[in-house]
């Protein structure tokens, strides 16, 4: 092991931490290129692996400021969708009613770039959908491509009912897809996939999986989702056939939400097989389409000079160590970003009328130097948990997370995904490299164990 991320450093008072952690860049750097790993490899390994200890570390103390940056990512490429399942915010029912504040629309592309900008540099992770279908916007492979440029595990769920460029997908650099269908018939996939097309999805799946072999890249890995109900419960057999033989490279029967209140005849099937593995991955093909990418994007230059000491003295004042506080691992390890670049703090959908705060910040590509992740209600929202005073304002609804009784401590953007992308741009690149791993598992156990 190159790194040592030890107790040693992690018990360093905070504003000691940061220009610890800035030296520790600039030294562990020099070191990893002198050893003969590739300059770009190292820039992004080194600054997203501090950042993800410095993340554990604000968390663990219940910092309100943070000088670390989201380590996952998730944004919405389109706020639309065509199909209407039931339990969706593109159901009939909710459109009806009109009560989500959900403005259908598709993420122009500056503001992609700005956001990626400000935080692809630190993250190690994208998630590319939560309430749209991504495919509908056109500039999607390259917000893919350009997150790939910042070193990011891209991750797409779609219904794949739609029309696409499967050759495109696979030289984007696409590492997982996710693709809903419910079913192995098209009756039956359509009672909850309404308007979805079984015929194209699978058309779809073939066609990827065809460009992946004729390109030579085993990206993207296919998952089959298949959401369990009593009606398609009895196609399970059938579906994993099916996809066996597409080249699927696994299946996952998930019991899905309650959507009988959407649909009182859906209901859901209890207790699913869960995943199997249907093709292994390729692991020393899978980065194949990361070497394309020559040149790490500008942004990535400023973020890794400016290291982690920048405001100091106001992520110093602001903060107070609070261990035993509880707290929404949330509002530490990602931020939600959709079409409109509004950012909220997880993955629910706004409320029209709501008398709490879930906007946390909106990105305005004509404006420089906003820390969306230390807005105001971020900062309220972490004040609120640790139990401290000062943030108070009047003028302002409380935010949601003051009311929320969801799970804390069960986010999409959790370590366990730090694990998968260590594993994946340390051993990975190293096997076709030949070089040592820089981190050995001591390391990556410290870096994903917060509790
Ligand atoms: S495919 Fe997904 S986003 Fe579209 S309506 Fe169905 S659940 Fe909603
Ligand atoms: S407390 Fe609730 S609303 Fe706030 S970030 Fe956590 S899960 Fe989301």
Known sequence: MVIDLSESISGLQF????????????????FLIESGYHPHYVRAITLKTLNSFLCRYQYQRRHTYLAARPLGLIVDPSNSCHLKCPGCIHSEILRKTDSVDWPSGLLDQTIFSHFMAEFAPYAMFCLFFNWGEPFLNKNFYRFIRQAKEYYLYTVVSSNLSVSIDAEEIV??????????LDGATAVTYQRYRRGGDFELVVENIRNIVAAKKRLGISTPNICWQFLTFQHNCREMEKAEALACKLGVNEINFAQPYDVSW?????????????????????????IVPFHEFESLPLAF????????????????????????????????????MDAHGRIFPCCYA????????????????????????????????????????????????????????????????????????????????????????IFDSDAINYLTNWD
């Open 350 to 437: 706004p409320q029209k009328n709501s008398d709490y705060e879930y906007v946390f910040s909106q990105v305005d590509p004509q404006k420089t130097g906003e820390d969306h992740f230390n807005s105001e209600n971020y900062l309220r929202s972490r004040q609120f948990f640790a139990g401290g005073k000062g943030l108070e304002n009047s003028q302002r609804k409380e935010s949601y997370c003051t009311v929320c009784t969801d799970r804390k401590d069960a986010t999409n953007v959790d370590t366990e995904k730090i694990r998968r992308y260590l594993f994946y741009y340390d051993t990975c690149l190293n096997e076709q490299v030949g070089k040592e791993t």
């Open 15 to 30: 504003g000691d931490l940061l220009c610890k952690l800035n030296i520790y860049k600039n030294e562990l750097s020099s």
């Open 301 to 336: 230059d400023d973020a890794f000079d400016k290291g982690f000491s920048h405001q100091l003295s106001l992520y110093k004042a602001g903060n107070i160590d609070r261990f035993d506080a509880s707290v929404c691992k949330w509002l530490y390890q990602g931020m939600i």
């Open 171 to 180: 030289r984007s650099g696409l590492d997982y897809l996710t693709v809903s």
């Open 262 to 286: 959407g649909d009182p005849g859906i209901k859901v099937f209890q207790s699913p097989p869960g995943r199997k593995l249907l093709t292994p991955e390729n692991v020393k093909q899978r």
